[in-house]
Structure formats: structure tokens, C-alpha cells
């Protein structure tokens, strides 16, 4: 059973940066795939971005795409959020996910397709 914990939310100005973590333990980390989620007060939980287990491969929602940048760590058992260039709509408790893959490529933006998920860290981004 693998476990994800989050951390590294805060409350920051707009245009700050900050940096999510999700420290996963419980199982093989390398063959994870990794995304992140978040989900804004009253509204559904939506995707932020995915990196493969190899790395080698990422995808970003639209709305973070040249100010979100995701990566992983396999040996730490690692995966991050770079948020940069933040905005008040980026405010949201963000989720770490994960689920076994076969393919070293493969992402994922579908919150179904994912097996763990951990309890969320909160990000506030004054204006």
C-alpha cells in the first residue's frame, strides 16, 4: 500500500512561487505514475499535472502550462510542484495521486485513472 504525503502549501502574494512536495513510501516508487490535483473551495477537483515514472514524459492543464513545472525524484521517492507566477485562481488544496503503470511514458489527466492520492496541502494566493 503506498502513502502520499504532501507538503509545502502556504499563503503567498500573487506572482510569488512556491514549491509542493509529495513524499510517497509504502511501495515501489519508481513504476508510480505521479500526478497532481487540486481543487478550489466549491468547486470539483481538477488536474494540475503528471509526470511518467521515467520522467521522461509530462503534461500540464492548460491554466498552469509556462508557470507550473512538475518533476520527480525516484530515488528520494519524491515528486514536486514548482509553481511559479502564481495568481489568486491558483488558490486550492492541491492533491499528490499515484498509480502503477506499466509504460515509462504514460500520463495521465483523468483523476479515475488514479489509485492513491494523499490528504492534500493548501495554497492561498493573496492579491
Known amino acids: 500500500q503506498v502513502q502520499l504525503v504532501e507538503s509545502g502549501g502556504g499563503l503567498v502574494q500573487a506572482?510569488?512561487?512556491?514549491?509542493?512536495?509529495c513524499a510517497a513510501s509504502g511501495g515501489t516508487f519508481s513504476t508510480l505514475l505521479m500526478g497532481w490535483f487540486r481543487q478550489a473551495p466549491g468547486k470539483e477537483r481538477?488536474?494540475?499535472?503528471?509526470?511518467?515514472?521515467?520522467?521522461g514524459s509530462t503534461?500540464?492543464?492548460?491554466?498552469v502550462k509556462g508557470r507550473f513545472t512538475i518533476s520527480r525524484d525516484n530515488a528520494r521517492m519524491l515528486v514536486y510542484?514548482?509553481?511559479?507566477?502564481?495568481k489568486p485562481e491558483d488558490t486550492a488544496v492541491y492533491y499528490c495521486a499515484a498509480v502503477r503503470r506499466g509504460n515509462p511514458f504514460s500520463t495521465s489527466a483523468?483523476?479515475?485513472?488514479y489509485y492513491y492520492?494523499?490528504?492534500g496541502t493548501q495554497v492561498t494566493v493573496s492579491s
Open 110 to 113: 483523468k483523476q479515475s485513472e
Open 15 to 21: 506572482g510569488d512561487s512556491l514549491r509542493l512536495s
Open 117 to 119: 492520492w494523499g490528504q
Open 59 to 63: 503534461d500540464y492543464a492548460d491554466s
Open 81 to 86: 510542484l514548482e509553481m511559479s507566477s502564481l
Open 46 to 55: 481538477d488536474f494540475v499535472a503528471s509526470v511518467s515514472w521515467s520522467g
